[in-house]
């Protein structure tokens, strides 16, 4: 059977040729749907009682956005992967676990790609530009076109020039991996184990319950 699966991956020096950064992202999404290439301007908002309109729910607005060049299926106001203009590349995974996923219209993780992209200027700050939005709005709704109904929680690569995070989420939980140099990867599954360099601060407890 050939692999099927969606992978993102980064690689750091020194497993890189001139200390460069690899990013690269695969998808598995339906073959007939459009996925375009698009670019957003960096945008200062005047008026920040005008709700952010999402691909299903409205949240608040920030002060400025980053400006971002996206890879996204044409539906929806999220990313699948993307890249702004302080060079923070993120991708999305879709994971299952034991947590029940939330069927309910939320953010979307491709939503959260581009909030990251958008909001942030390094890989870390994108991080906690995307944990903060998940306590506050939640992840949730269908990430297909059309009738069929797949929902997933999301796993994140987010990378800068210096170096990536790992972030995985299973509802509003989740935990993070730093990773400084060499080969990292993640797919349809969830990746980390012991190396937490991050996490919401009752994951542990609510796991022991």
Same mark, same amino acid.
């Given at each position: 059977?050939?692999?099927f699966s969606?992978?993102?991956?980064?690689a750091?020096?020194?497993a890189?040729?001139?200390n460069?950064?690899?990013?690269?992202?695969?998808?598995?999404?339906?073959?007939?749907e459009?996925?375009?290439?698009?670019?957003?301007?960096?945008?200062?908002?005047?008026?920040?009682?005008?709700?952010?309109k999402?691909t299903?729910?409205e949240?608040?607005q920030?002060?400025?956005?980053? #400006?971002?060049v /996206?890879?996204r299926p044409?539906?929806? &106001?999220? *990313? =699948?992967?993307?890249?702004n203009?302080?060079?923070?590349?993120?991708?999305?995974?879709?994971?299952?676990?034991?947590?029940?996923v939330?069927?309910?219209e939320?953010l979307?993780g491709?939503?959260?790609?581009?909030?990251?992209l958008?909001r942030?200027?390094?890989?870390?700050?994108?991080?906690?530009?995307?944990?903060?939005l998940l306590?506050?709005?939640?992840?949730?709704?269908?990430?297909?076109?059309?009738?069929?109904v797949?929902?997933?929680?999301?796993s994140?690569?987010?990378?800068d020039r210096?170096? #990536?995070?790992? /972030?995985?989420?299973?509802?509003?939980? &989740?935990? *993070? =991996?730093?990773?400084q140099e060499g080969?990292?990867?993640?797919?349809?599954q969830?990746?980390i184990?012991?190396k937490?360099?991050?996490?919401?601060?009752?994951?542990r407890?609510?796991?022991?319950?």
């Amino acid at each position: 059977m050939e692999p099927f699966s969606c992978d993102t991956f980064v690689a750091l020096p020194p497993a890189t040729v001139d200390n460069r950064i690899i990013f690269g992202k695969n998808s598995d999404r339906l073959y007939d749907e459009v996925q375009e290439v698009v670019y957003f301007p960096a945008v200062v908002h005047d008026n920040l009682g005008e709700r952010l309109k999402c691909t299903y729910i409205e949240i608040d607005q920030v002060p400025e956005t980053y #400006a971002v060049v /996206l890879s996204r299926p044409a539906w929806l &106001w999220g *990313a =699948e992967m993307g890249a702004n203009e302080h060079g923070v590349c993120i991708g999305n995974e879709a994971v299952w676990g034991r947590e029940e996923v939330c069927d309910e219209e939320a953010l979307l993780g491709m939503d959260l790609v581009r909030l990251g992209l958008e909001r942030a200027d390094t890989a870390e700050k994108a991080l906690n530009v995307i944990v903060d939005l998940l306590e506050k709005y939640g992840q949730g709704g269908n990430c297909t076109e059309g009738r069929m109904v797949f929902s997933y929680h999301n796993s994140f690569l987010i990378a800068d020039r210096n170096e #990536a995070w790992i /972030l995985e989420t299973a509802g509003k939980y &989740w935990a *993070a =991996e730093k990773v400084q140099e060499g080969v990292r990867n993640i797919s349809n599954q969830l990746s980390i184990t012991t190396k937490i360099a991050r996490e919401h601060p009752d994951m542990r407890n609510y796991a022991k319950r």
